[in-house]
């Protein structure tokens, strides 16, 4: 969209997404703005997946935003609302993607930072960058439900701002992301892929479209394919999972807080859950880096490992324009990357060394 900032060029700079969407969100003209520009991310369209499953494929890159994730489009949102309300600082649970957003953007606003986190299992990259952040960061033994259940007693014994997707200028935050592929492609897609976890994000990006369609917008309303790893996956479950288990950290959730509401946006939409596994989901990651140049972290190749199992059992949803989004750069996980990957070995400083390794390459 156009909406920005003359530069020193003179063409159109963005803002920001409180800026750019200040007509759609609930915030008054008063409110104190605290952004690191999220949002404006690349709307890819795909190369090679596409063609594996029959459609236009699109990919929208939320590891472009400021500290690589989604996270970043509500937290701005609600970090701006503590701001407003000056609350003394924030709190959050999170598996890694929360505490890294919700740490930088209080960073940005002067703001304290608490973040509890599992004491197992968070990718190191998205715990450095809360760290980095100055948050106070408390590990506990237990599931990313037990803490949040602790954030939550947290935030009301101390005064803090919880800022995970029960807050809800995260949704009204994050619904930007329909938006932003609804302006790139003039119209809604026919269907949305995302990964679920705590289900904030899909709740989140049913209200951005259905806003659209109140004001005149968009019309036709896509499906939503709302996708978790087969060891965390409550919604296909139909139960709460106690002990969730996969290598998608970022969706290791078993009792997602915006469970509701997850499901009201996938049967109104007429969509559904899906469910793959870990291998589905590190070779979906792998197809992405080699065959797209994208590379994500593991949750973020969900969707499209979803997508791809149904274009193999012929049980993709009618439509030809899919969009996919990955939520998080695969930087904020590499060592479960480097769990599929190996740094060769040193050779000599020579032409013919490195020479015979390309041909080995080629031969092989």
Not at 31 to 36: C, E, G, I
Not at 237 to 246: D, M, N, Q, S, V
Not at 321 to 331: D, K, M, Q, Y
Request: glycine letters at 10%.
């Amino acid at each position: 969209m156009s909406s920005g900032l003359p530069n020193e060029a003179g063409t159109p700079r963005w803002p920001g997404l409180i800026e750019a969407y200040r007509h759609l969100l609930p915030v008054g003209s008063q409110m104190p703005v605290v952004t690191l520009l999220e949002g404006n991310t690349p709307l890819v369209p795909s190369r090679a997946l596409g063609k594996r499953l029959g459609r236009r494929l699109w990919f929208k890159v939320e590891g472009a935003n400021p500290t690589g994730s989604f996270k970043d489009r509500g937290m701005t949102l609600a970090v701006s609302r503590a701001v407003e309300a000056r609350s003394p600082g924030v709190v959050c649970a999170s598996t890694g993607n929360t505490a890294a957003s919700a740490a930088a953007y209080a960073a940005r606003a002067g703001l304290r930072c608490v973040v509890i986190v599992p004491a197992e299992g968070v990718a190191v990259g998205k715990l450095v960058q809360a760290l980095a952040h100055g948050a106070t960061m408390v590990p506990v033994e237990g599931t990313f439900d037990r803490a949040r259940e602790l954030a939550e007693e947290a935030a009301g014994r101390l005064g803090l701002t919880i800022v995970n997707s029960t807050n809800p200028d995260r949704v009204d935050g994050q619904q930007t992301v329909a938006w932003e592929i609804c302006d790139r492609l003039g119209q809604a897609p026919d269907l949305i892929a995302l990964p679920v976890g705590n289900a904030g994000n899909i709740t989140a990006v049913w209200q951005g479209l259905l806003a659209y369609r109140k004001q005149g917008t968009l019309h036709d309303l896509p499906r939503l394919l709302g996708v978790q790893a087969a060891g965390a996956a409550p919604f296909i479950e139909g139960r709460p999972i106690a002990a969730p288990r996969t290598v998608a950290s970022a969706i290791r959730v078993g009792n997602p807080a915006s469970w509701q509401p997850a499901v009201l946006a996938v049967e109104s939409s007429k969509g559904s859950f899906h469910r793959v596994s870990d291998e589905e989901i590190l070779g979906a990651q792998q197809l992405l880096a080699r065959e797209e140049g994208l590379f994500v972290e593991p949750a973020s190749a969900a969707p499209v490992a979803s997508l791809l199992r149904l274009a193999a059992e012929q049980a993709l949803p009618p439509g030809d324009v899919v969009v996919a989004i990955l939520t998080g750069h695969g930087l904020k996980d590499v060592e479960t990357a480097l769990g599929r990957l190996r740094m060769p070995d040193p050779v000599p400083a020579t032409f013919e060394a490195v020479a015979a390794v390309v041909n080995s390459v080629d031969a092989g």
